[in-house]
């Protein structure tokens, strides 16, 4: 179970990477480089994205290999994430908002 809790922390920090730093697409029902509240967040959007996804997969790994500080990242990860999602919020979002709000509840959990 670790195992696979640690590849989806993985997985889930790499997505963050196939939705915001490829060009935008026309054919998508949303720009992820847009925020609602300060227009064109593109390259914020980019270096927040990265962030996410380092700090994710190093807390996915760190689960795996049974390190310490594995909770403490994966919450700092999930924050990140959320703070884009809120960001470049639109309806798409509130499904990968719910999924960063249980990460850093069951990542809490560990450390307490």
């Given at each position: 179970?670790?195992?696979?809790?640690?590849?989806?922390?993985?997985?889930?920090?790499?997505?963050?990477?196939?939705?915001?730093?490829?060009?935008?697409?026309?054919?998508?029902?949303?720009?992820?480089?847009?925020?609602?509240?300060?227009?064109?967040?593109?390259?914020?959007?980019?270096?927040?994205?990265?962030?996410?996804?380092?700090?994710?997969?190093a807390?996915?790994?760190?689960?795996?290999?049974?390190?310490?500080?594995?909770?403490?990242?994966?919450?700092?990860?999930?924050?990140?994430?959320?703070?884009?999602l809120?960001?470049?919020?639109?309806?798409?979002?509130?499904?990968?908002?719910?999924?960063?709000?249980?990460?850093?509840?069951?990542?809490?959990?560990?450390?307490?």
């Amino acid at each position: 179970m670790i195992w696979i809790a640690g590849l989806f922390l993985i997985a889930h920090g790499l997505l963050h990477l196939a939705i915001w730093l490829p060009k935008p697409d026309k054919k998508m029902p949303f720009d992820a480089g847009h925020s609602p509240f300060a227009g064109n967040v593109r390259r914020l959007a980019a270096v927040l994205a990265v962030a996410a996804a380092l700090v994710l997969a190093a807390g996915g790994l760190g689960l795996i290999g049974g390190a310490s500080w594995w909770a403490p990242a994966t919450i700092s990860g999930a924050a990140i994430s959320a703070a884009l999602l809120l960001l470049t919020f639109n309806k798409w979002w509130l499904i990968a908002l719910g999924i960063n709000a249980a990460i850093i509840v069951l990542s809490l959990q560990q450390i307490g």
